[in-house]
């Protein structure tokens, strides 16, 4: 089956600055990438998502890129403020495979005013 | 209704005793999990619902644990002879068939005593 790795699994970053968070699959089949936050106490969060047609996808202070040869997708968060301070998870999944989303485990993001 | 509800918010139960957590879907979506996440950790798998295909229950820690997805709709979780390592916020999540995005609801806290 499928198996998702993210890294790093924890990131201070301070107010400001950029954080990436990066994420590879194991299966070339899989064809759909979400990526949730989850505050403290909170449930997890669909922020931004992207299909295989596409290479990279943009709203607003964060983006998502895929790179499909290399099976890895990476977050990107411009311009950090306190409030992005959470869990990020990213996922994969495969339409043939009824669409299961794998999860990875998951990346602290401290972002320091 | 508006989004993914679980019932109840919080159970405390004590060990050895049964417990069913529910789950509402969104209206129309024939996808359904289930997650355990204990304090600072990942989402860890336990089982998805896809229209009428079997489900994958690949991600059930052991046979005191078993779901079930009536009429594509609800889902109950039933834990039988609860342990202390139990003790997990349970997450339910949904999505639309062919999507792939999934919407979690708020979870279910248990603790086991």
């Known amino acids: 089956g499928e198996n998702v790795e993210q890294h790093p699994s924890t990131l201070s970053v301070q107010e400001g600055d950029s954080a990436v968070i990066k994420c590879t699959y194991s299966?070339?089949?899989?064809?759909?990438f979400p990526w949730y936050k989850q505050e403290l106490g909170k449930r997890p969060q669909l922020i931004i998502d992207i299909r295989s047609n596409v290479g990279e996808k943009k709203d607003q202070r964060i983006a998502v890129t895929l790179n499909k040869t290399a099976k890895h997708f990476s977050l990107h968060i411009t311009e950090t403020q306190p409030e992005d301070s959470a869990v990020y998870f990213c996922a994969a999944s495969i339409r043939e495979a009824g669409n299961m989303l794998t999860f990875g485990g998951g990346t602290r993001l401290m972002v320091k005013p | 209704g508006a989004g993914v509800s679980q019932s109840p918010s919080n159970k405390v139960t004590e060990k050895g005793k049964d417990v069913e957590l529910r789950c509402d879907p969104i209206s129309g979506h024939t996808a359904l999990y289930w997650y355990r996440q204990s304090l600072g950790q990942g989402l860890e798998f336990l089982i998805y619902f896809q229209g009428n295909s079997a489900p994958d229950k690949s991600g059930l820690p052991s046979d005191r644990f078993s779901a079930e997805r009536t009429g594509g709709s609800v889902s109950t979780l039933t834990i039988q002879r609860t342990q202390q390592e139990d003790s997990a916020v349970y997450l339910c999540a949904s999505s639309l068939a062919g999507t792939g995005g999934a919407f979690f609801g708020q979870g279910t806290r248990l603790t086991v005593v």
């Open positions: 299966d070339s089949a899989s064809n759909y």
